[in-house]
């Protein structure tokens, strides 16, 4: 029924709730990795990245590089489309805050990851050269991690265990000058879970790491260090809440408070802003789109059938990170029902992404008309009627699963939602399970096995799960 092309910058599908996992060596980034071919065959694949829109002629303007030996030149060309959907996702917002693109890593993509590996081992091997004074040493081993969001959180969690096991084992000497700050403008880390969650990983993230989750052999290494009298050093993490940042340069991160924070590495995942597509497809669409950007906050707007405000009718559509649905409309979206108001965005997950492809796949795949005039829903011929009806599409509806996150040390947290419809009642209640420590460790590492794109992945991560547990972390390898 559809010819399905995808275009796409990289050729390859990222599991990125594991991307600060691969970023220590926890998992190998090939292991959550999966090519879009094999994700499905069946589509023609396009390595590019998409400029412009003219929704006019339905074409895309796109530029892909062009190499010829050593040289490569930037190669332009358009694609035709009858149905567009966008799902380019978004990019880091640094706030325009002085310093941050130019001296912190982020955490978006492999590559990303790749640099943080290779960065956390250079930073070790510096600190080890001969020659250097304390205050150097531990400038150089002072980690910062901007934004408490889950990024952040597991990120630390996650440089936590690589410090306490690969660094006690290599480098147990420069361990004293250690130290990692979790800094976040806002009240608490971790907004998107229930108070007593985010408490609990205040206290997790904070406390000394008194657990030993290292290998036999590096066991009987740290016990023969203390017969011999060296105290075990331990991991010094602090998490500075209400504190924004002023600028960045190329050793210190200015806090608003006047505080100044040496780093030797820095990583900035202070949360989401939208790519240079979605400003420009937002400007083109003018008031459709810019009447609601207070509320949209630089996504595009689309209704609750992800159709895109202002777009053709039918004709585009938008999910994911650079979309939210909006319910307010200037006319009914039934005949029979009234008007609709806006209400609040959607978060900017995996879950929500996933759950609106899902979503807009099955419209697609079941025949729904979805250039229905005016403000009408997605419909088709209703042939489980015996009279000439209609059916509407369903508006898409949000199913909040829960959220994980890791914190080091072979902890985590999760809050699962249970929907419970009673029989006695109309309404489907919900009910929100919490666990944390070891049992939310177990929670964590199964949900994301299960979502593993492929059967490939869920194989490579358990193997680099196990490696992990009985050999390390390859020290500094990002191949």
Same mark, same amino acid.
């Given at each position: ?85 966008? %799902?380019? *996702? &978004?990019?880091?917002?640094?706030? #325009?805050? =002085?310093? +941050? !693109? ?7 993509? /492999? ?110 290494? %740290?016990? *023969? &260090?203390?017969?011999?009298?060296? #105290?075990? =050093?331990? +991991? !010094? ?7 924004? /940042? ?234």
């Amino acid at each position: 029924m559809y010819d399905v092309v995808v275009i796409s910058p990289r050729q390859f599908f990222t599991f990125t709730p594991m991307l600060a996992a691969s970023a220590v060596g926890t998992v190998d980034f090939r292991s959550i990795v999966e090519p879009i071919r094999n994700v499905n065959p069946l589509v023609e694949f396009i390595e590019a990245s998409a400029e412009s829109i003219d929704f006019e002629s339905r074409s895309i303007s796109c530029v892909s590089l062009k190499c010829e030996g050593n040289s490569c030149s930037p190669m332009k060309f358009a694609v035709g489309f009858d149905v567009l959907v966008l %799902a380019v *996702g &978004a990019a880091v917002n640094t706030f #325009q805050i =002085p310093g +941050v !693109r130019e001296h912190c890593i982020f955490m978006k993509h /492999v590559e990303d990851a790749a640099r943080f590996r290779s960065a956390v081992a250079s930073c070790f091997e510096r600190a080890n050269l001969p020659g250097l004074s304390e205050e150097e040493r531990r400038a150089t081993l002072s980690f910062v991690v901007v934004g408490a969001g889950p990024t952040g959180v597991e990120l630390t969690g996650e440089l936590r265990d690589w410090v306490a096991r690969e660094g006690r084992v290599f480098f147990p000497h420069l361990l004293p000058y250690v130290s990692l700050t979790l800094v976040e403008a806002g009240n608490a880390i971790l907004p998107v879970f229930d108070s007593v969650l985010q408490e609990e990983a205040l206290r997790t993230l904070t406390r000394h790491i008194d657990g030993d989750s290292r290998a036999p052999t590096e066991r009987t290494r %740290a016990a *023969g &260090a203390r017969r011999s009298g060296q #105290q075990e =050093p331990i +991991v !010094r993490t602090t998490v500075r809440l209400r504190a924004s /940042v002023r600028r960045v340069n190329e050793s210190h991160v200015h806090l608003g408070d006047g505080t100044d924070l040496p780093y030797g590495i820095c990583v900035w995942a202070g949360g989401n802003g939208p790519l240079p597509l979605t400003t420009r497809v937002i400007a083109q669409l003018n008031h459709s789109q810019q009447a609601h950007q207070p509320v949209a906050r630089g996504r595009l707007v689309t209704d609750e059938w992800l159709r895109v405000a202002g777009a053709p009718r039918g004709g585009v559509f938008a999910l994911g990170d650079c979309a939210t649905p909006i319910e307010e409309m200037e006319a009914p979206l039934l005949p029979t029902e009234g008007p609709q108001f806006s209400r609040s965005v959607l978060p900017a997950t995996a879950q929500v992404a996933s759950q609106q492809g899902a979503y807009l796949g099955r419209l697609f795949s079941k025949g729904y008309d979805m250039a229905a005039s005016g403000s009408l829903p997605p419909w088709r011929p209703d042939l489980s009627s015996a009279k000439a009806a209609i059916e509407f599409a369903k508006p898409f509806q949000f199913l909040n699963l829960g959220v994980l996150a890791y914190l080091g040390a072979s902890q985590a947290l999760a809050q699962i939602h249970i929907a419970d419809k009673s029989p006695a009642s109309a309404e489907a209640r919900t009910t929100t399970l919490h666990s944390s420590g070891k049992l939310g460790f177990f929670l964590w590492r199964g949900v994301y096995w299960f979502k593993q794109v492929s059967w490939r992945n869920r194989l490579l991560v358990t193997v680099d799960w196990a490696k992990t547990r009985l050999f390390g972390r390859d020290l500094g390898a990002t191949h």
